[in-house]
């Protein structure tokens, strides 16, 4: 194997050590203490968000993450699923969506925390936390809660930035690589 062979080798392995564990996104880690997707389909009434944020609650960035560091630990102690690492701070805020019945949103984050319906919590609104990894995600329709539409998106508050995966290791590498080759031709 040539020189120039290994360091590319080493480049691709390096790059591969530093990449996130990949898991299907985005997740719905919505759910109860026991494991399960809150209310069947991973969305949250105003009485459970209420329970898990700081008082008073409202639908605000602060709010969210105590909403969505709730549902990390919940997810952290089912057994057999991914570890979710730590939220971070919010890293963007779309806080007025104005209902709409479809959604997508921009790559590069780590979690996001959706506000659906009107009204603050407790007055006819729902929450619910995915962890995308990075992805952007689309969502062309708004959950059912028993048969009934819980209302368009209100907002999303995106929490975590997601490390670019290796690829500037990669490209170090292979810059290292291409100066050493050419040293050598120059020495030759």
Aim: hydrophobic share 45%; net charge negative.
């Amino acid at each position: 194997m040539s020189r120039i062979a290994r360091y590319l080798a080493l480049a691709v392995l390096v790059s591969n050590l530093s990449s996130p564990p990949a898991w299907a996104a985005p997740i719905n880690i919505t759910i109860d203490a026991a494991g399960n997707l809150l209310n069947i389909v991973g969305i949250a009434d105003g009485a459970q968000y209420d329970a898990l944020v700081a008082p008073p609650p409202s639908n605000n960035p602060a709010d969210n993450l105590d909403f969505l560091d709730a549902m990390t630990g919940r997810w952290n102690g089912v057994p057999l699923a991914p570890a979710m690492p730590a939220a971070g701070t919010l890293a963007l805020d779309q806080g007025s969506l104005g209902g709409a019945l479809s959604y997508t949103g921009p790559a590069g984050y780590q979690y996001v925390v959706f506000h659906w319906g009107q009204g603050q919590a407790g007055q006819g609104g729902w929450w619910s936390a995915y962890y995308v990894d990075g992805e952007s995600i689309t969502f062309s329709a708004v959950p059912q809660v028993g048969g009934q539409n819980v209302g368009g998106f209100s907002s999303a508050r995106y929490f975590g930035t997601v490390p670019d995966g290796g690829t500037t290791l990669m490209l170090l590498g292979a810059a290292m690589v291409g100066i050493g080759a050419l040293r050598r031709k120059r020495g030759a």
